[in-house]
């Protein structure tokens, strides 16, 4: 079969005939040819998939807006088929969570984002993504996203792999987050429990939040664990009670208190030798300081330190999202 190779020559070319004034009647065939040559470009372009890419910019367009609480809301965006970031099909055991980086288009800021499922990412998954994006007002990036409504466009790039699980390495995984900081554990139990395999790890999580109404995605999270109470526990916990409520009208499965030593030492227990888990912690960076001690220069783990150190909990052990 001939092949088509476009070669790169250092030999030099031999001296170019005199251009020819075209004739006449040539005109109309060149013509013809252009736009015919205008119309395939026209048609091409128009029928490229505007793909996800982790290494390209790609502005998506802005579904819906629901808000959650007054300063976070659920932003479901259109998304086209995304190409799966490289590497991530070798393994099929491993188990991703995903980000996507969203920019402002006018200056060089980005910022992460968790989807709430990674299976949107997938050429056979939904083709819309949810960001649950809080509004920091002193923030770069968050107010920008928050003054969009639906129908404007977000500008992304990824997926990104924040993290991945393979069976091979753990038992257990156990999550404790803040805030928005639930995102890829939700990311997690959502894609684990829809996925066939029974390959799977035992999850909890430990969810801290600033009062019982600023705990996002409860009832989806609820869900979860009724679907399958033998693989997914859950523990929610508030700084404090909303206004005008009492413990006796607040959610009974919430409890009162922050997530310091005493109350995670309650709900983790001891480390056990043999059992092999590791702890996710993600939230606000004071929360992922007192849990798991301060990150290392240029965004790096840096050593265990807070809660989990005092649990004996190592550096393989814990993950600061
Ligand atoms: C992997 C990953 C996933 C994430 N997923 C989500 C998600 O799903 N949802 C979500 O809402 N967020 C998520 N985040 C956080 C998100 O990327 C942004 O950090 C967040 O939206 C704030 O961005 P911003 O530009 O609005 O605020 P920034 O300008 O980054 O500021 C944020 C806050 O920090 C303060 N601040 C800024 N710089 C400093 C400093 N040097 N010292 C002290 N304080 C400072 C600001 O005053 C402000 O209150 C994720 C982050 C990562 C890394």
Redesign the pocket.
């Known amino acids: 079969m001939p092949v088509s190779v476009r070669r790169y020559s250092t030999a030099p070319s031999p001296p170019s005939p005199p251009p020819e004034r075209p004739s006449n009647r040539l005109l109309p065939l060149t013509a013809g040819f252009v736009l015919l040559a205008g119309g395939a470009y026209l048609y091409l372009a128009r029928e490229e998939p505007p793909l996800l890419g982790y290494d390209r910019w790609t502005p998506v367009k802005i579904k819906s807006i629901t808000p959650l609480t007054p300063e976070?809301s659920l932003f479901r965006l259109e998304v086209p088929k995304a190409l799966l970031p490289p590497g991530l099909g070798s393994d099929p055991s491993a188990r991703p969570i995903l980000?996507l980086f969203v920019k402002e288009p006018n200056l060089q800021?980005q910022?992460?984002?968790?989807p709430l499922t990674s299976s949107s990412f997938n050429p056979s998954g939904p083709a819309e993504l949810d960001?649950?994006?809080?509004r920091?007002a002193?923030?770069?990036?968050?107010?920008y996203i928050h003054r969009l409504g639906p129908g404007d466009e977000l500008t992304v790039r990824g997926p990104a792999i924040?993290w991945y699980y393979r069976p091979q390495d753990w038992d257990e995984v156990t999550f404790v987050v803040g805030g928005?900081g639930v995102?890829?554990a939700y990311q997690f139990v959502k894609d684990m429990l829809s996925a066939s395999s029974i390959d799977t790890p035992k999850v909890s999580i430990v969810y801290a939040s600033p009062s019982p109404s600023r705990i996002l995605l409860k009832d989806s999270l609820d869900a979860f664990r009724e679907q399958d109470p033998s693989r997914l526990s859950l523990h929610y916990l508030a700084d404090r009670l909303d206004p005008n409520t009492s413990s006796k009208t607040a959610p009974q499965d919430v409890t009162i208190a922050f997530p310091d030593g005493m109350t995670l030492k309650k709900l983790l227990g001891k480390k056990e030798d043999g059992k092999r888990r590791v702890v996710i912690v993600c939230g606000p960076e004071g929360m992922v300081e007192a849990v798991a001690g301060p990150r290392g220069r240029n965004f790096s783990q840096g050593r265990v330190g807070g809660v989990l150190k005092e649990l004996g909990f190592t550096e393989r052990e814990v993950v600061k999202?």
């Open positions: 976070t980000s800021i910022r992460a984002y968790t960001l649950v994006i809080k920091y002193d923030g770069e990036l968050s107010p924040t928005t995102a890829p999202l």
